[in-house]
Each structure stands twice: as C-alpha cells, then as structure tokens.
C-alpha cells in the first residue's frame, strides 16, 4: 500500500502563488506517475499535472500551462505543485494521486489517493 498526504493550501487573491506537498509513504518504490487533481464542488475531478518517476516527464491541462510545475524529490518521496497566478476557476480541493505505471490524465487510473487540501483563489 502507499499512503499519500497533501499540504500547503490556503486562502489566497487573485494573482498570488501557493506550493503544495504531496508526502509519499508505504511501498514508495511502487510509484511510478504522481498527478494531482482539482475537485471543485459539483463538479468532476480534474486532472491538473503529472509526473513520471524520473521527474522529467510533465503533462499538463491546458488551464495551468504557463501557470503551475511539478517537480519531486525522490529522496523525500515527495511531490511539489506550484501554482502561481492564481484564479478564482483554480478553487478547489486538491488531491495527488499515484499509481504505478505512466502519466495518464484519467482518474480512474490512479490506484492511490489523498486526502487532499483545500485551496480558495478570492477575488
């Protein structure tokens, strides 16, 4: 089993900039993509960006190209997201997500999943 846990959301304006964590654990040398994800309230989960276990792999929604990077540190086992310039269509809960095999944008692809962490873009 992996466990997954998220950190750094917060309240934020139109404009500014949040890094969130993505802490791996468990059968860490299992993983291979970790994506994080947006669930926005009465919406579908949305893929945000992934990466592949070597770290050099990106892919992107269109919504966040420009905007947000992913990057990991292997030795931590850890994931980080950048987002900046945020928007107020950024809100939501965010959720990493593993899995595996590669990079795919599908939900139902990723077998583990955390919690996730609420981030609000006010404007």
């Known amino acids: 089993q992996v466990q997954l846990v998220e950190s750094g959301g917060g309240l934020v304006q139109v404009g500014e900039s949040l890094r969130l964590s993505c802490a791996a654990s468990g059968r860490t040398f299992s993983i291979s993509a970790i994506g994080w994800f947006r669930q926005a309230p009465g919406k579908e989960r949305a893929f945000v960006i992934a990466v592949d276990s070597s770290g050099l792999s990106t892919t992107y929604a269109d919504s966040v190209k420009g905007r947000f990077t992913i990057s990991r540190d292997n030795a931590k086992n850890t994931v980080f997201l950048q987002m900046n310039n945020l928007k107020p269509e950024d809100t939501g809960v965010y959720l990493c997500?593993?899995?595996?095999?590669?990079?795919?944008?599908?939900?139902?692809?990723?077998?583990?999943w955390g919690q996730g962490t609420q981030v609000t873009v006010s404007s």
């Open positions: 997500a593993a899995r595996t095999f590669g990079v795919t944008q599908r939900p139902s692809d990723y077998a583990y």
